[in-house]
T-cell receptor
Framework: QQQVKQSPQSLIVQKGGISIINCAYENTAFDYFPWYQQFPGKGPALLIAIRPDVSEKKEGRFTISFNKSAKQFSLHIMDSQPGDSATYFCAASMVTGGGNKLTFGTGTQLKVEL | DSGVTQTPKHLITATGQRVTLRCSPRSGDLSVYWYQQSLDQGLQFLIQYYNGEERAKGNILERFSAQQFPDLHSELNLSSLELGDSALYFC?????????????FGAGSRLTVL
């Protein structure tokens, strides 16, 4: 059961352009929405995160937009650079019992071309 | 270096065999998570431990088991291996068991079952 749907699967953007990755979730019990960045041969690393009571969060060139009523959130990468080429995962977290369950989307392979 | 250490980095074994993957969390982190990453399933949450206790369970097969030891390192045991178990297995750690946790991932253990 895929509780977090992510699109597109892959994305090619020109240097300086805007990269947009979209995610949708089903379970309203999710209460924390992080984005992770993964480079080849490495584990995922936290990029930026948002709580559902906030509609937008910006950190440098990275912005999360969150639409609680639509159960959708997106990552915008402004002024995309070749160094941003990586796989991006959206995720949604919920407390379950005495622990945390972080559910990931299927990932988006971003390539930024010169 | 994320501070989360996983061994071995690569492991090749045969169907029906049993393997153990080891994880040392980042210093100060009490919670350990295991994830399986495969091409067709993405990052799948397996299990979470906090200070030695199981706290959350995901899509972990009965052939798989895990534990967290008093020194906080964790082991994931995979038995009766099948071809479909070939994947990257990631360990992650965090300070707390619940909440808006930042998960720090290790570099993963790549398991190939022949």
């Amino acid at each position: 059961q895929q509780q977090v749907k992510q699109s597109p699967q892959s994305l090619i953007v020109q240097k300086g352009g805007i990269s947009i990755i979209n995610c949708a979730y089903e379970n309203t019990a999710f209460d924390y929405f992080p984005w992770y960045q993964q480079f080849p041969g490495k584990g995922p690393a936290l990029l930026i995160a948002i709580r559902p009571d906030v509609s937008e969060k910006k950190e440098g060139r990275f912005t999360i937009s969150f639409n609680k009523s639509a159960k959708q959130f997106s990552l915008h990468i402004m002024d995309s650079q070749p160094g941003d080429s990586a796989t991006y995962f959206c995720a949604a977290s919920m407390v379950t019992g005495g622990g945390n369950k972080l559910t990931f989307g299927t990932g988006t392979q971003l390539k930024v071309e010169l | 270096d994320s501070g989360v250490t996983q061994t071995p980095k690569h492991l090749i074994t045969a169907t029906g065999q049993r393997v153990t993957l080891r994880c040392s969390p980042r210093s100060g982190d009490l919670s350990v998570y295991w994830y399986q990453q495969s091409l067709d399933q993405g990052l799948q949450f397996l299990i979470q431990y906090y200070n030695g206790e199981e706290r959350a369970k995901g899509n972990i097969l009965e052939r798989f088991s895990a534990q967290q030891f008093p020194d906080l390192h964790s082991e994931l045991n995979l038995s009766s291996l099948e071809l479909g178990d070939s994947a990257l297995y990631f360990c992650a750690s965090s300070v707390e068991a619940v909440g808006a946790n930042v998960l720090t991932f290790g570099a993963g253990s790549r398991l190939t079952v022949l």
